[in-house]
């Protein structure tokens, strides 16, 4: 992660064909500019967690629900005054998740006021996907240069009474993502760990549901197909798109891969990708979806509005996560559909069939919500050396499907 040269966040080849305003257009290269010459291109590296918390009592079914469907494995918990805070690792070269279980149901914070305050949301009080932890390599500096940019974040207290680990600096959460971004520092080749967050153990409940998931995966014989992240998918309001694309180019060491118009659906897929040449494995791509017209003026038009309905009913915030399933066939059947009717058999379910084609270049497909974290888990499986994100046609109806979905459990 020590880089000598000076990284170089412009000049990139854009793709997409979602046109943006003049503003971001003027105020993109000056920001990425800016960033790498005040040295925090090189500061700041890949994605080294991501944090999600879910209703007291529901951690454990949602480990197990993660070791069936993922890479994850439950390695120890964190038992800290109003928390306890599960933590998932596939290895060293991909990002943790920190599962964070509120243990008193009446417990207040910024993050379930976050929730309360959309009706979808405040049907789960305490679930929803808090934001990623990025790499520094000096984390003091980073948050000086940051606060002097103008960016907030959480004072040591506030952290300590937060149950968030003391060893990294927290944002505030962003006014257009509701997402916070972290950050920590790690030496080459030591183990990530986050602390003082109170003793640590390995649960007995929490390892037997993990173990028992882990074998039925290894059964189906999935366990080798799935691969780990390859992008996280957050929702914002229409009027927040381009801010919230500058707001987490300026937070990380990201670029803007470009945006696509997905017009049938009113809405646009926007890609930040990491500047250095790590694979998303590493440090997944950020998505942001945002619909092209903001709600109060679709009355006029009466097009069709899935992520401006979701970002109503739930608040605007992290909607699925994506994992790579490895490319080939097993048993006959292209990988990501052998791994789909294998998790579909054991009773999780899907909002629409594999869409795709090997032509296409990728085949995915977005399971239902998790009933613990509301999170969708969505399969990509690539050909050969195809390195696009999606067609314009699959996320139109991976769209729609999620829409159908979530009109029907928002209000
Ligand atoms: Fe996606």
């Known amino acids: 992660m020590i880089h000598s040269e000076q990284l170089k966040s412009t000049g990139i080849p854009r793709n997409g064909d979602k046109l943006n305003s003049a503003f971001f257009e003027a105020y993109l290269p000056r920001l990425l500019e800016e960033r790498d010459r005040s040295g925090l291109t090189n500061m700041i590296g890949g994605i080294e967690a991501l944090m999600i918390s879910v209703e007291p009592g529901n951690a454990i079914a949602y480990i197990a629900e993660l070791a069936l469907m993922t890479p994850y494995h439950y390695l120890v918990t964190l038992d800290s005054p109003g928390h306890l805070t599960h933590i998932l690792r596939i290895d060293m070269n991909s990002p943790d998740i920190l599962l964070r279980e509120v243990k008193n149901p ?36 980073v948050l000086e240069l940051q606060q002097a940019r103008e960016f907030r974040f959480f004072s040591p207290e506030a952290m300590a009474s937060l149950d968030l680990p003391t060893n990294v600096s927290i944002s505030k959460p962003s006014p257009y993502t509701q997402n916070v971004v972290g950050y920590m520092e790690r030496a080459p080749g030591v183990m990530r760990v986050y602390h003082p967050l109170g003793n640590c153990n390995i649960l007995s409940q929490a390892q037997d549901a993990y173990e028992t998931a882990k074998g039925l995966q290894k059964q189906l014989g999935i366990a080798d197909l799935i691969l780990p992240i390859d992008h996280l998918a957050t929702r914002v309001y229409s009027q927040n798109r381009e801010a919230a694309l500058l707001e987490y180019l300026a937070l990380s060491s990201y670029y803007y891969w470009g945006s696509y118009d997905i017009v049938d659906q009113n809405s646009s897929t926007n890609v930040c ?57 097993t048993d006959g059947k292209e990988n990501i559909d052998f791994v789909v009717d294998a998790i579909a058999s054991q009773g999780k379910g899907f909002l629409l069939e594999v869409i795709g084609s090997r032509a296409d270049g990728l085949k995915q497909i977005f399971s239902a919500a998790s009933p613990f974290s509301a999170l969708i888990v969505e399969y990509v499986q690539r050909f050969g050396d195809f390195q696009g994100f999606f067609t314009r046609d699959n996320v139109a109806k991976l769209t729609a499907a999620a829409g159908t979905e979530e009109s029907l459990s928002g209000s």
């Open 106 to 141: 009446d417990h207040y914070d910024i993050f379930r006021s976050l929730n309360d305050l959309h009706p979808a949301g405040s049907q789960r009080p305490h679930s929803r996907y808090l934001g990623e932890i990025l790499w520094v390599s000096d984390r003091q500096q």
């Open 273 to 329: 990708k990491s500047v250095r040449s790590v694979p998303e494995s590493a440090s997944p791509a950020k998505v942001f979806t945002a619909n092209n017209l903001p709600y109060c003026v679709n009355h006029l038009d009466g097009l069709p509005s899935p992520t401006e309905n979701f970002v109503r009913n739930y608040g605007a915030r992290l909607h699925h996560i994506a994992l790579s399933v490895r490319d080939g066939e």
